[in-house]
């Protein structure tokens, strides 16, 4: 077994970490501190879905890894970076990861289809102007 460290931020990693201005309010209206998303993007698990990175903290990890004191820092916590690496939002959500994992990889696909669509509403606005 590895030994368990106490959670001690590095204000180098939290520095560094872009905010938008909605994730820099959620933050701060759900009580995450900035130093552990800065923790779960440098060590978490990451996944691709729609667009957006995903981090977390596998629970194995965090009890392996963490003194029990700080595991309650990291439990449940999602953080949602951009493709750029900017923080968008950050949430709690114990069955998170069963959720990202089902979500739809077409998600990306329907700017297309909502382009489409706002050249039909053009299309129409323009037949009723002429008319």
Same mark, same amino acid.
């Given at each position: ?42 060590? !978490? ?5 729609? !667009? ?11 009890? #392996? ?14 953080? #949602?970076? !951009?493709?750029? !690496? ?33 050249? #039909? ?11």
């Amino acid at each position: 077994m590895r030994n368990q460290y106490r959670f001690e931020p590095n204000k180098t990693d939290v520095m560094n970490i872009q905010f938008s201005n909605h994730a820099a309010k959620r933050v701060s209206q759900r009580g995450i501190e900035p130093a552990v998303v800065a923790e779960i993007i440098k060590y !978490g698990t990451r996944i691709h879905k729609q !667009g957006f990175v995903f981090h977390f903290m596998p629970k194995a990890d965090i009890q #392996l890894y963490y003194h029990k004191d700080d595991r309650k820092r990291f439990e449940s916590v999602i953080v #949602l970076t !951009g493709q750029d !690496g900017c923080v968008v939002t950050t949430y709690r959500n114990p069955d998170a990861v069963g959720e990202i994992k089902r979500k739809s990889k077409r998600l990306l696909q329907r700017p297309k289809s909502f382009l489409h669509n706002i050249q #039909l509403a053009q299309q129409l606005r323009e037949n009723r102007n002429a008319a």
